[in-house]
T-cell receptor, first 111, second 115 residues
């Protein structure tokens, strides 16, 4: 059961522009949503999260937006840098139990 | 603390053999998770422990798979009678149950290849 979906397998943007990564979910019980970043040969690294009671959380160049009515969240990276090139996973959890992940979006930031 | 450590990093085994992986979590973390990741997919939940208690197991965890965390510290994941479909990256992660929304700390994974 694919409760968390990332429908874009890849995204390419120019350095300095905005990167927008999207994620949809089906389980309305999820109370936390998270974004992870993964480089090759490494495990995923936690990036930013948002509680279901909020609609926006910002941390430096990274902002996550949550639209509960649409069951949709997005990660904005502004400005994008070549070092941001990685696979980004969206994840969700309920009541601090195990986390469910999307399939990931490979971001390439071109210099 | 150097983070979550997984051993071995790579394992090649013949079909039908048993394999065991080890995970050492961050010492103060009471929760430990096992995930499996195949090419082009996100991590899929297998099981998790709070201290030494195994609290949940996915239906992906067939009876050939067993996980333990005997003293609430390190954990082992054993796969018996391996099949080619078991080839994947096995990821371990740890967290504190008292903190919500912070995210897990993942290890670098053990890549299993069954030939």
């Amino acid at each position: 059961d694919q409760q968390v979906k990332q429908n874009s397998p890849s995204l390419s943007v120019q350095e300095g522009r905005i990167s927008i990564l999207n994620c949809d979910y089906t389980n309305s019980m999820f109370d936390y949503f998270l974004w992870y970043k993964k480089y090759p040969a490494e495990g995923p690294t936690f990036l930013i999260s948002i509680s279901s009671i909020k609609d926006k959380n910002e941390d430096g160049r990274f902002t996550v937006f949550l639209n509960k009515s649409a069951k949709h969240l997005s990660l904005h990276i502004v400005p994008s840098q070549p070092g941001d090139s990685a696979v980004y996973f969206c994840a969700a959890s309920y009541n601090n139990n195990d986390m469910r992940f999307g399939a990931g979006t490979r971001l390439t930031v071109k210099p | 603390d150097t983070g979550v450590s997984q051993n071995p990093r790579h394992k090649i085994t013949k079909r039908g053999q048993n394999v065991t992986f080890r995970c050492d979590p961050i010492s103060e973390h009471n929760r430990l998770y096992w995930y499996r990741q195949t090419l082009g997919q996100g991590p899929e939940f297998l099981t998790y422990f709070q201290n030494e208690a195994q609290l949940e197991k996915s239906r992906l965890l067939s009876d050939r798979f067993s996980a333990e965390r005997p003293k609430g510290s390190f954990s082992t994941l054993e796969i018996q009678r391996t099949e080619q479909g078991d080839s994947a990256m096995y990821l371990c992660a740890s967290s504190l149950s008292s903190i919500k929304g912070y995210g897990y700390t993942f290890g670098s994974g053990t890549r299993l290849t069954v030939v």
